[in-house]
């Protein structure tokens, strides 16, 4: 067990549609990542927050945003769902922002599109 | 951004060493070499992590070229357990907007 939450852990919903990922990371980690990995991929990463502030970017579509809250959790909405959105979500978190810091994932969201 | 390049597969026997190649000829010097893996169904596990010395830890070692273009990651005795996909990512030590860069990793398959 990383320490890492996420919620739900399985999500189906219809092309069009909205749905919200939640992260909860280790206790005293400040920085969350955000992945996507879609079937028999490697990960993609999408987006980086640490202490509340975007810090880094990957390829993450407009449809998609992510914040950070002052409690530390971690949500990525995704919008105007498509069928090719349909993968693995993978949180990350890690104690501070930079290259030595050991990423800590989370068990992963997996979300259908219908 | 750099990238790494690794093995789409590799094979190796149980209780027998593995050795994991990866290139990044575009490393820059405040790049660290992480490895991480991933089982099948979980999401991915820290490994090992370098930036220029060889390291060691209770999983794994970390061989680094001198030049920093490639490095290895050692399993010194590989066991069932030991299958998954490898992924060696570069990380920037300072904030930059770097890329996380992820490959497709090494699937590695052990043989009883």
């Known amino acids: 067990d990383s320490g890492v939450t996420q919620t739900p852990k399985h999500l189906i919903t219809a092309t069009g549609q909205r749905v919200t990922l939640r992260c909860s990371p280790r206790?005293?980690?400040?920085?969350v990542y955000w992945y996507q990995q879609s079937l028999d991929q490697g990960l993609q990463f999408l987006i980086q927050?640490?202490?509340?502030?975007?810090?880094a970017k990957g390829n993450i579509l407009e449809r998609f945003s992510a914040q950070q809250f002052p409690d530390l959790h971690s949500e990525l909405n995704l919008s105007s769902l498509e069928l090719g959105d349909s993968a693995l979500y993978f949180c990350?978190?890690?104690?501070?922002?930079?290259?030595?810091?050991?990423?800590?994932f989370g068990p992963g969201t997996r979300l259908t599109v219908l | 951004d750099a990238k790494t390049t690794q093995p789409n597969s590799m094979e190796s026997n149980e209780e027998e060493p593995v050795h994991l190649p990866c290139n990044h000829s575009?490393?820059?010097?405040?790049?660290?070499i992480h490895w991480y893996r991933q089982l099948p169904s979980q999401g991915p596990e820290y490994v090992i992590h370098?930036?220029?010395?060889?390291v060691n830890n209770r999983m794994a070692s970390l061989a680094i070229a001198e030049d920093r273009k490639s490095s290895t990651l050692i399993l010194h005795r590989a066991t069932l357990r030991d299958a998954a996909v490898y992924y060696c990512?570069?990380?920037?030590?300072?904030?930059?907007?770097?890329?996380?860069?992820w490959g497709a990793g090494t699937k590695l398959i052990i043989k009883p």
């Open positions: 927050y640490y202490n509340g502030e975007e810090r």
């Open positions: 575009t490393i820059s010097g405040t790049d660290y």
């Open positions: 206790s005293g980690d400040l920085s």
């Open positions: 370098g930036l220029t010395s060889n």
């Open positions: 990350a978190s890690s104690p501070g922002p930079g290259g030595t810091d050991t990423q800590y």
């Open positions: 990512i570069l990380r920037a030590a300072f904030w930059d907007n770097y890329q996380l860069i």
